[in-house]
């Protein structure tokens, strides 16, 4: 391989044979395409959003925070974010207007990230969501806009209340009329990241840039070596993980050709996916992960699980699919399910702390949000939601907070002021979003 001998910056992709591999910040070299290395402030570090998404509400009895004398007290099933107590706002009382007296679940779900009315029948009808904003935002600043993930293939038809089935499978929209594409197979999101392609797709990625990689090792300070290395190990450990879904993925096109259907109509691992949902969904973070971390893209929604999932807990002890387990939301096995997904949200977040950059972690500059489209599956209650924040958007958001917003009145409490106020905190020029033409009071 024949390596150019240019001035390394931030900006420089490890390259291989049908494949680039952005590097994370180092601090001896130029600063998000700088052409020195100037004084870093937190200014001079990106800001990143993640959606984390679970359907059919939380365990109302165990949600809830408080101030405590050490922090924030959290209730049981907030209780894997406790390393995060500084990082972290716990939000109570936001409602989503057109997401009510609308009926149940598809209607609640697709405007989650929008707060658009969604239009019943044939026709889907709604509006860009807030993630797809903040890409437009960042467009040309990475080489990815957004990555839109999923962790359960999406449903079609119609339900009873004549909306769509789509509105129940997608929270993140480009603009009224389509949802973005969902990534659900790990193998497909990994290779996403490092533009991996052609016919040496199935060889390692770290083999294919070794040379590379030895020779930007050399042009960098000792602990950006280390640094490097760390990196490249996150990479190989889930290059690995994915490997063997990859080979999953494989066989479920050769079974759907032989069965004359396509691999998303068969049931899970018939279809590709892992058929662990707990392996599922900490790839899915994982990859998140790196690809904040190399800034390959600043944009994330990560769809847990679907409206009226049918996902399965055994490794919880909880007997029914997620949706009919919704209905007894007060119970202990639907709160071990919520406290569960609370924990890929802290496992996100720890991924991310486990960053430096600069004198902070890419947590620091990030906020990991974490929503549900009700507050309670038993009455598939949506006036109000629950909604976790964690990270400071780089000190543009105040943190370690418990902000209850159900007596502010209904044009006070607006889950669209939350999205527009973190959009103008990152420096998009936009006065109303969705049903919010004022940011969220307090935040």
């Given at each position: ?284 973070t994982d990859i998140i992960a790196l690809a904040f971390q190399s800034d390959k ?51 996100l977040a720890d991924r991310l702390a486990a960053m430096p950059e600069g004198d ?48 502010k009145g209904d044009e006070n409490r607006r889950l669209c002021g939350l999205y ?24």
């Amino acid at each position: 391989m024949s390596l150019p001998h240019i001035p390394v910056s931030r900006r420089l992709f490890l390259q291989g044979a049908g494949v680039a591999m952005g590097l994370p910040w180092l601090e001896s070299l130029p600063v998000w395409g700088a052409e020195s290395v100037p004084e870093v402030t937190p200014a001079a570090f990106p800001n990143r959003f993640a959606a984390l998404f679970m359907g059919n509400g939380i365990s109302p009895k165990n949600w809830w925070a408080k101030p405590g004398a050490n922090g924030l007290e959290l209730s049981p099933s907030l209780t894997p974010l406790e390393p995060f107590q500084s990082k972290l706002n716990v939000i109570t009382g936001l409602f989503n207007k057109h997401a009510t007296g609308v009926g149940i679940h598809p209607g609640q779900t697709g405007n989650v990230l929008s707060g658009a009315a969604l239009q019943k029948g044939a026709v889907l009808r709604g509006g860009i969501s807030f993630d797809q904003v903040l890409a437009n935002h960042y467009d040309d600043a990475t080489p990815q806009p957004s990555l839109v993930l999923g962790c359960e293939q999406p449903i079609t038809g119609y339900h009873e209340t004549n909306f769509s089935m789509a509105y129940s499978s997608h929270i993140s929209w480009r603009d009224a009329n389509s949802p973005v594409p969902m990534e659900v197979y790990p193998a497909l999101a990994f290779d996403s990241l490092f533009e991996n392609q052609g016919s040496r797709r199935m060889q390692s990625i770290l083999d294919r840039v070794g040379e590379h990689a030895s020779f930007v090792r050399r042009q960098v300070s000792k602990s950006d070596q280390a640094r490097i290395e760390e990196y490249l190990a996150s990479v190989r450990e889930v290059e690995r993980r994915v490997e063997r879904n990859r080979a999953l993925q494989s066989r479920a096109q050769e079974n759907a050709r032989d069965k004359n259907t396509p691999a998303f109509a068969l049931p899970r691992p018939d279809n590709g996916l892992p058929e662990d949902i707990r392996e599922h969904m900490r790839l899915m973070t994982d990859i998140i992960a790196l690809a904040f971390q190399s800034d390959k893209t600043r944009v994330a929604t990560l769809l847990l699980c679907r409206d009226l999932s049918g996902l399965f807990y055994p490794f919880l002890d909880v007997r029914q699919a997620h949706h009919p387990a919704s209905h007894d939301d007060n119970s202990d096995a639907y709160e071990r399910v919520t406290r569960y997904y609370v924990s890929q949200l802290a496992h996100l977040a720890d991924r991310l702390a486990a960053m430096p950059e600069g004198d902070a972690t890419v947590l620091d500059h990030s906020c990991l949000m974490f929503v549900s489209n009700m507050w309670s599956g038993s009455s598939h209650d949506s006036t109000k939601l629950p909604v976790l924040l964690v990270g400071g958007l780089g000190g543009r958001l105040e943190t370690g907070r418990v902000l209850d917003y159900r007596d502010k009145g209904d044009e006070n409490r607006r889950l669209c002021g939350l999205y527009l106020s973190l959009l103008q905190r990152v420096g998009v020029d936009q006065k109303q979003f969705g049903d919010a033409v004022e940011p969220l009071a307090g935040l």
